[in-house]
C-alpha cells in the first residue's frame, strides 16, 4: 500500500519570501505521479503541479516548483515569491500510473502567507 | 471555467438518518469519485465510479455507502444509517479519460455533521 506523509501540519512566511512545504511517501511501484494539490479556505481543491516518477526534471509551475527526489522518496514543494494569495491548505498525493486507481492523500500542510 | 458543484454545503443530520450528498461534475469528465476528510486527518478514498458502475471502492465503503448517478448529471453519495464517525468533509471529484493524466478537478466539499 502506498502512504504519504506531510510533516508539516502549519507553516507561516513573509509575503516575497520562499518557503518549502515537505512530502516522502512510501512506494514499491516504479511508475507513478505526485501530486501538490491546493485548498484556499472555503474554496475547492486545486492542482497546483503534477510530477511523473519517470522524469528526472523537476516540475516547475510559475512560482511553484518541486524537488523530486526518487531514491529519498521525497517531493518537495517550493513557492517562491509568496503571495497573500497562496494561504491554503497544501495536499501531496500519489497515484499509481496504471489503471484507475485512487489518489492517497498526505494531511496536508496549512500555510499562511503573512502581509 | 467549468467546475465541480456540491450540495449541500453543510447538512447536520441525527445518527441513524439517511443522507445523500449531490455532487454535478464537469459535464465531459467520465470518471467520478468521493472522497472524505475527516477533521485534522488524511483525505481518503471512498469509491470511484465510470460507465454506470463502481469501478474501486476503499474498505471505509461499506453497505451503508452507495452512489449513483440517476439522471446523467447528478452524482449523489448516500450513507443509508449515518454514524457519529461519519461526519466529515466529503469531497466529490471528477477526470477526464481520454488521456489519463491522474488530474481530478475537485468540488468544494459537503460539511457532513452527524449528533
Known amino acids: 500500500a502506498q502512504t504519504v506523509t506531510q510533516s508539516q501540519p502549519e507553516m507561516s512566511v513573509q509575503e516575497a519570501e520562499t518557503v518549502t512545504l515537505s512530502c516522502t511517501y512510501d512506494t514499491s511501484e516504479n511508475n507513478y505521479y505526485l501530486f501538490w494539490y491546493k485548498q484556499p479556505p472555503s474554496r475547492q481543491m486545486i492542482l497546483v503541479i503534477r510530477?511523473?516518477?519517470?522524469?528526472?526534471q523537476n516540475a516547475t509551475e510559475n512560482r511553484f516548483s518541486v524537488n523530486f527526489q526518487k531514491a529519498a522518496k521525497s517531493f518537495s514543494l517550493k513557492i517562491s515569491d509568496s503571495q497573500l494569495g497562496d494561504t491554503a491548505m497544501y495536499f501531496c498525493?500519489?497515484?499509481?500510473?496504471?489503471?484507475?486507481?485512487?489518489?492517497?492523500f498526505g494531511k496536508g500542510t496549512r500555510l499562511s502567507v503573512i502581509a | 471555467e467549468p467546475e465541480v458543484t456540491q450540495t449541500p454545503s453543510h447538512q447536520v443530520t441525527q445518527m441513524g438518518q439517511e443522507v445523500i450528498l449531490r455532487c454535478v461534475p464537469i459535464s465531459n469528465h467520465l470518471y467520478f469519485y468521493w472522497y472524505r476528510q475527516i477533521l485534522g486527518q488524511k483525505v481518503e478514498f471512498l469509491v470511484s465510479?465510470?460507465?454506470?458502475?463502481?469501478?474501486?471502492k476503499s474498505e471505509i465503503f461499506d453497505d451503508q455507502f452507495s452512489v449513483e448517478r440517476p439522471d446523467g448529471s447528478n452524482f449523489t453519495l448516500k450513507i443509508r444509517s449515518t454514524k457519529l464517525e461519519d461526519s466529515a468533509m466529503y469531497f466529490c471529484?471528477?477526470?477526464?479519460?481520454?488521456?489519463?493524466?491522474?488530474?481530478?478537478?475537485f468540488g468544494e466539499g459537503s460539511r457532513l455533521t452527524v449528533l
Open positions: 498525493a500519489f497515484m499509481l500510473r496504471s489503471g484507475n486507481t485512487p489518489l492517497v
Open positions: 465510479f465510470y460507465n454506470n458502475e463502481i469501478s474501486e
Open positions: 510530477q511523473e516518477a519517470y522524469k528526472q
Open positions: 471529484a471528477s477526470s477526464e479519460r481520454r488521456e489519463y493524466t491522474g488530474e481530478l478537478f
